[in-house]
T-cell receptor, first 113, second 115 residues
Framework: AQTVTQSQPEMSVQEAETVTLSCTYD???????LFWYKQPPSRQMILVIR??????QNATENRFSVNFQKAAKSFSLKISDSQLGDAAMYFC??????????FGAGTRLTVKP | GAGVSQSPSNKVTEKGKDVELRCDPI?????LYWYRQSLGQGLEFLIY????????KSGLPSDRFSAERTGGSVSTLTIQRTQQEDSAVYLC?????????????FGDGTRLSIL
Protein backbone atom coordinates (compact mmCIF):
# COMPACT_ATOMS: atom_id res chain seq x y z
CA ALA A 1 0.00 0.00 0.00
CA GLN A 2 1.10 3.51 -0.70
CA THR A 3 1.69 5.62 2.38
CA VAL A 4 2.66 9.24 2.85
CA THR A 5 4.61 10.42 5.89
CA GLN A 6 4.98 13.96 7.11
CA SER A 7 7.36 13.85 10.05
CA GLN A 8 6.85 17.43 11.20
CA PRO A 9 3.49 17.96 12.92
CA GLU A 10 4.30 21.65 13.41
CA MET A 11 6.72 24.14 11.93
CA SER A 12 7.19 27.84 12.37
CA VAL A 13 8.96 30.45 10.30
CA GLN A 14 9.68 34.13 10.60
CA GLU A 15 7.96 36.31 8.06
CA ALA A 16 10.12 36.82 4.95
CA GLU A 17 12.29 33.81 5.72
CA THR A 18 12.39 30.38 4.13
CA VAL A 19 10.98 27.14 5.48
CA THR A 20 11.07 23.56 4.22
CA LEU A 21 8.36 21.01 4.92
CA SER A 22 9.27 17.34 4.65
CA CYS A 23 7.39 14.50 3.03
CA THR A 24 8.32 10.92 2.27
CA TYR A 25 6.22 8.27 0.61
CA ASP A 26 6.29 4.59 -0.02
CA UNK A 27 5.45 3.10 -3.39
CA UNK A 28 6.53 0.41 -5.80
CA UNK A 29 5.21 2.32 -8.78
CA UNK A 30 7.31 4.37 -11.17
CA UNK A 31 4.69 6.69 -12.62
CA UNK A 32 2.63 8.74 -10.22
CA UNK A 33 1.89 12.27 -9.09
CA LEU A 34 2.77 14.16 -5.94
CA PHE A 35 1.04 17.21 -4.55
CA TRP A 36 1.22 19.75 -1.79
CA TYR A 37 -2.10 21.12 -0.59
CA LYS A 38 -2.68 24.00 1.79
CA GLN A 39 -5.65 24.00 4.15
CA PRO A 40 -6.37 27.27 5.95
CA PRO A 41 -8.94 27.41 8.78
CA SER A 42 -11.68 27.78 6.18
CA ARG A 43 -11.18 24.04 5.56
CA GLN A 44 -10.89 24.35 1.79
CA MET A 45 -7.97 22.41 0.37
CA ILE A 46 -5.95 24.54 -2.04
CA LEU A 47 -3.47 23.03 -4.47
CA VAL A 48 -0.05 24.60 -3.97
CA ILE A 49 2.14 22.62 -6.32
CA ARG A 50 2.20 19.40 -8.30
CA UNK A 51 5.02 17.12 -9.46
CA UNK A 52 4.85 14.35 -12.05
CA UNK A 53 7.16 11.51 -11.11
CA UNK A 54 8.52 11.00 -14.61
CA UNK A 55 9.76 14.60 -14.70
CA UNK A 56 13.15 15.08 -13.13
CA GLN A 57 12.87 18.85 -12.99
CA ASN A 58 11.57 20.14 -9.70
CA ALA A 59 8.25 21.98 -9.90
CA THR A 60 8.13 25.66 -9.00
CA GLU A 61 5.19 27.99 -8.44
CA ASN A 62 6.26 31.50 -7.51
CA ARG A 63 7.54 31.34 -3.91
CA PHE A 64 6.85 27.60 -3.65
CA SER A 65 9.23 24.97 -4.93
CA VAL A 66 9.80 21.30 -4.32
CA ASN A 67 12.84 19.09 -3.92
CA PHE A 68 11.78 15.81 -5.52
CA GLN A 69 14.15 12.94 -4.87
CA LYS A 70 12.57 9.94 -6.61
CA ALA A 71 15.09 7.34 -5.51
CA ALA A 72 14.78 8.47 -1.91
CA LYS A 73 11.00 8.82 -2.25
CA SER A 74 11.19 12.28 -0.81
CA PHE A 75 9.13 15.32 -1.78
CA SER A 76 9.82 18.40 0.33
CA LEU A 77 8.19 21.81 -0.07
CA LYS A 78 10.20 25.00 0.22
CA ILE A 79 8.39 28.26 0.90
CA SER A 80 10.52 31.32 0.26
CA ASP A 81 9.85 34.83 1.54
CA SER A 82 7.16 33.49 3.88
CA GLN A 83 4.07 35.60 4.30
CA LEU A 84 1.47 35.72 7.04
CA GLY A 85 -1.05 34.30 4.61
CA ASP A 86 1.02 31.15 4.25
CA ALA A 87 0.00 30.05 7.73
CA ALA A 88 -2.06 26.88 7.33
CA MET A 89 -1.99 23.12 7.44
CA TYR A 90 0.04 21.68 4.61
CA PHE A 91 -0.65 18.22 3.28
CA CYS A 92 1.54 16.14 1.05
CA UNK A 93 -0.37 13.77 -1.23
CA UNK A 94 0.37 10.91 -3.61
CA UNK A 95 -1.78 9.90 -6.55
CA UNK A 96 -1.54 6.70 -8.50
CA UNK A 97 -3.98 5.07 -10.85
CA UNK A 98 -5.91 8.26 -11.44
CA UNK A 99 -8.21 8.22 -8.50
CA UNK A 100 -6.90 7.08 -5.13
CA UNK A 101 -5.09 10.00 -3.56
CA UNK A 102 -3.25 9.30 -0.31
CA PHE A 103 -2.54 12.14 2.09
CA GLY A 104 -0.04 12.60 4.86
CA ALA A 105 -1.13 13.65 8.33
CA GLY A 106 -0.19 17.27 7.68
CA THR A 107 2.18 19.91 9.00
CA ARG A 108 0.83 23.00 10.73
CA LEU A 109 2.82 26.02 9.62
CA THR A 110 2.89 29.14 11.77
CA VAL A 111 4.30 32.37 10.37
CA LYS A 112 5.62 34.83 12.94
CA PRO A 113 5.48 38.55 12.14
CA GLY B 1 -20.79 27.74 -10.19
CA ALA B 2 -17.48 29.23 -9.29
CA GLY B 3 -16.35 26.34 -7.13
CA VAL B 4 -17.33 23.08 -5.49
CA SER B 5 -20.29 23.60 -3.21
CA GLN B 6 -21.08 21.35 -0.26
CA SER B 7 -24.10 21.35 1.99
CA PRO B 8 -24.78 21.50 4.79
CA SER B 9 -21.71 23.26 6.12
CA ASN B 10 -22.28 21.74 9.51
CA LYS B 11 -24.49 18.89 10.64
CA VAL B 12 -25.15 17.74 14.17
CA THR B 13 -27.20 14.61 14.62
CA GLU B 14 -27.91 11.89 17.12
CA LYS B 15 -26.30 8.51 16.98
CA GLY B 16 -28.36 6.09 14.93
CA LYS B 17 -29.83 8.68 12.59
CA ASP B 18 -29.21 8.73 8.86
CA VAL B 19 -27.49 11.71 7.25
CA GLU B 20 -27.14 12.86 3.68
CA LEU B 21 -24.32 15.08 2.54
CA ARG B 22 -24.45 16.89 -0.77
CA CYS B 23 -21.76 17.94 -3.21
CA ASP B 24 -22.27 20.15 -6.24
CA PRO B 25 -19.12 20.01 -8.40
CA ILE B 26 -17.77 22.60 -10.77
CA UNK B 27 -19.81 22.63 -13.94
CA UNK B 28 -18.29 20.41 -16.61
CA UNK B 29 -16.15 18.37 -14.22
CA UNK B 30 -16.65 14.69 -14.93
CA UNK B 31 -14.72 13.33 -11.96
CA LEU B 32 -15.88 13.70 -8.37
CA TYR B 33 -14.25 12.51 -5.17
CA TRP B 34 -15.27 12.11 -1.53
CA TYR B 35 -12.81 12.26 1.35
CA ARG B 36 -13.11 12.10 5.10
CA GLN B 37 -10.90 14.12 7.44
CA SER B 38 -10.94 13.17 11.08
CA LEU B 39 -9.80 15.69 13.69
CA GLY B 40 -6.10 16.48 13.29
CA GLN B 41 -5.66 13.95 10.51
CA GLY B 42 -5.01 13.97 6.81
CA LEU B 43 -7.65 13.08 4.29
CA GLU B 44 -8.92 9.57 3.84
CA PHE B 45 -10.09 8.74 0.32
CA LEU B 46 -13.59 7.26 0.26
CA ILE B 47 -14.88 6.99 -3.29
CA TYR B 48 -14.67 8.57 -6.73
CA UNK B 49 -17.08 8.96 -9.61
CA UNK B 50 -16.35 9.10 -13.30
CA UNK B 51 -19.59 10.48 -14.63
CA UNK B 52 -22.31 8.69 -12.70
CA UNK B 53 -20.26 5.56 -12.20
CA UNK B 54 -18.32 4.61 -9.07
CA UNK B 55 -16.13 1.68 -10.19
CA UNK B 56 -14.53 1.05 -6.81
CA LYS B 57 -16.40 1.30 -3.53
CA SER B 58 -13.77 -0.42 -1.42
CA GLY B 59 -12.72 2.85 0.23
CA LEU B 60 -16.04 3.30 1.95
CA PRO B 61 -15.53 2.55 5.67
CA SER B 62 -18.54 0.25 6.07
CA ASP B 63 -21.76 -0.80 4.41
CA ARG B 64 -23.50 2.02 6.26
CA PHE B 65 -21.88 4.38 3.77
CA SER B 66 -23.18 4.81 0.25
CA ALA B 67 -22.80 7.40 -2.45
CA GLU B 68 -24.47 8.20 -5.69
CA ARG B 69 -24.21 10.72 -8.44
CA THR B 70 -26.95 11.59 -10.85
CA GLY B 71 -26.88 13.46 -14.12
CA GLY B 72 -23.11 13.60 -13.99
CA SER B 73 -23.37 16.46 -11.54
CA VAL B 74 -24.57 16.47 -7.92
CA SER B 75 -23.43 13.71 -5.62
CA THR B 76 -24.77 12.62 -2.26
CA LEU B 77 -22.95 10.70 0.42
CA THR B 78 -25.33 8.89 2.76
CA ILE B 79 -24.43 7.50 6.14
CA GLN B 80 -27.01 5.22 7.71
CA ARG B 81 -27.31 4.50 11.42
CA THR B 82 -24.57 6.99 12.25
CA GLN B 83 -21.99 6.17 14.89
CA GLN B 84 -19.80 8.52 16.90
CA GLU B 85 -16.73 7.46 14.94
CA ASP B 86 -18.38 8.90 11.85
CA SER B 87 -17.77 12.40 13.24
CA ALA B 88 -15.42 14.14 10.83
CA VAL B 89 -15.24 16.69 8.07
CA TYR B 90 -16.38 15.23 4.77
CA LEU B 91 -14.73 16.88 1.79
CA CYS B 92 -15.76 16.67 -1.81
CA UNK B 93 -13.57 17.49 -4.79
CA UNK B 94 -14.04 17.55 -8.52
CA UNK B 95 -11.76 17.62 -11.53
CA UNK B 96 -12.24 18.05 -15.25
CA UNK B 97 -11.46 14.39 -15.65
CA UNK B 98 -9.62 11.64 -13.81
CA UNK B 99 -5.87 11.73 -13.61
CA UNK B 100 -3.07 13.55 -11.88
CA UNK B 101 -2.78 16.15 -14.60
CA UNK B 102 -6.19 17.46 -13.67
CA UNK B 103 -6.11 19.31 -10.34
CA UNK B 104 -8.79 18.44 -7.85
CA UNK B 105 -10.80 21.40 -6.65
CA PHE B 106 -12.14 21.02 -3.15
CA GLY B 107 -15.24 22.30 -1.45
CA ASP B 108 -15.30 23.69 2.08
CA GLY B 109 -16.53 20.41 3.49
CA THR B 110 -19.33 19.34 5.78
CA ARG B 111 -18.48 19.05 9.46
CA LEU B 112 -20.48 16.12 10.80
CA SER B 113 -20.87 15.73 14.54
CA ILE B 114 -22.57 12.66 15.98
CA LEU B 115 -23.83 13.07 19.52
Amino acid sequence: AQTVTQSQPEMSVQEAETVTLSCTYDTSESDYYLFWYKQPPSRQMILVIRQEAYKQQNATENRFSVNFQKAAKSFSLKISDSQLGDAAMYFCAYLYNNNDMRFGAGTRLTVKP
Amino acid sequence: GAGVSQSPSNKVTEKGKDVELRCDPISGHTALYWYRQSLGQGLEFLIYFQGNSAPDKSGLPSDRFSAERTGGSVSTLTIQRTQQEDSAVYLCASSYRLGGRQPQHFGDGTRLSIL
